[in-house]
């Protein structure tokens, strides 16, 4: 359930729709909670993480779930210190935060080289690193990080699609 309302959200924002990005958000942190309580593992942790990041739509819902965010991640991080997963999501939060709250994608990207060192087919981790340094220099980091995930085995159609949204010199 958490997951689907993760890709339901994910869709939202993609398409510039953050009230219902919000909404379904806010239903995957309840069955993200929900989970946890049952068993408090790092996928878990993670996964309520990244809805924090969704959930936020301003500066006011930033300064209530970045926290909530913040405080998931560091448990999924302590939990599974070498999961790439894990760090992709402490990125992907960091991404989403508002920059009046230390956040935004101009930032330099927490993701940075340790998710695609220590699992070199996590193609996510690719696909946000190559999105985030895509913010500060589109022409070489960003679509550089993008082509990484045409070498690792799954979604390389997620590359195909930003790097056509990525100016390339």
Known sequence: MALAA???????????DRKPGRQAAE????AAEKAI??????????????????????????????????????KAVEKAPKSSSVYVARGVGSYYLPAQLGGGSKQPSPISKRPSSSDPKNAEAYLWLGLSLAQGEPERRG??????????????????????????K
Not at 27 to 30: M, N
Not at 143 to 168: C, F, N
């Open 6 to 16: 993760s890709y339901l959200a994910e869709v939202a924002i993609e398409q510039h």
């Open 27 to 30: 239903q995957g942190i309840k």
């Open 37 to 74: 309580s049952l068993k408090p593992e790092a996928e878990y942790y993670r996964v309520l993480a990244i809805f924090g990041g969704q959930a936020i739509t301003d500066v006011l819902s930033g300064l209530s779930y970045g926290p909530r965010a913040r405080d998931a991640v560091d």
């Open 143 to 168: 679509a550089r990080g993008l082509r990484q995930i045409a070498r690792a085995e799954s979604e390389p159609h997620l590359a195909k699609e930003q790097l056509d949204k990525t100016p390339v």
